[in-house]
């Protein structure tokens, strides 16, 4: 059975939308990621979020649904597209900032916490819709295993490249 939360065109289309200004926002930065470095992230952001969102958003866990519905649309496509960009900015900066040592951890912490904040935005504007008691705080682990993987995927990236030299 598909649960329908609404029918109109509203805020959680609205904050996918505006979400989606990140592109834009890496199209300007400077290029320190080569092209195929930068896709890679970039499509790294994209296929974790879907991977755990089709993970614990379907049966048998089913903790929530994405946008208007509880059957797959459009809108949840795009909305997946909006984590790209911060994947590609989350090792950007990464790799500007320089970071070393335990510098991973505070990095990393912050960025989850960021997470947290965008999920709360996200989940206030409409595009999640919690089930069977979710909490937003069980997505922090998550978080942290993305982007620690994602610096690892980042590291081994350069010392495959170094290799093919």
Do not use: C
């Amino acid at each position: 059975m598909v649960t329908v939360y609404e029918r109109a065109f509203d805020w959680n289309e609205w904050f996918v939308i505006v979400s989606l200004f990140g592109l834009i926002i890496i199209w300007k930065l400077p290029k320190i990621l080569s092209p195929l470095e930068g896709t890679a992230h970039f499509l790294y952001g994209m296929l974790v979020v879907t991977f755990y969102d089709h993970t614990i958003s379907i049966k048998p866990w089913d903790f929530f649904d994405v946008n208007d519905s509880s059957a797959f649309q459009f809108m949840d496509f795009l909305s997946y597209i909006t984590y790209g960009p911060y994947a590609y900015i989350f090792i950007y900066l990464y790799k500007k900032l320089e970071i070393k040592g335990y510098k991973n951890l505070l990095y990393v912490s912050a960025w989850s916490l960021f997470s947290l904040l965008m999920e709360l935005l996200s989940l206030k504007a409409g595009v999640y819709h919690y089930d069977k008691g979710y909490s937003m705080f069980w997505s922090f682990p998550i978080y942290l295993i993305a982007q620690i993987v994602q610096i690892f995927f980042y590291h081994t990236s350069l010392k495959l490249e170094k290799a093919a030299e």
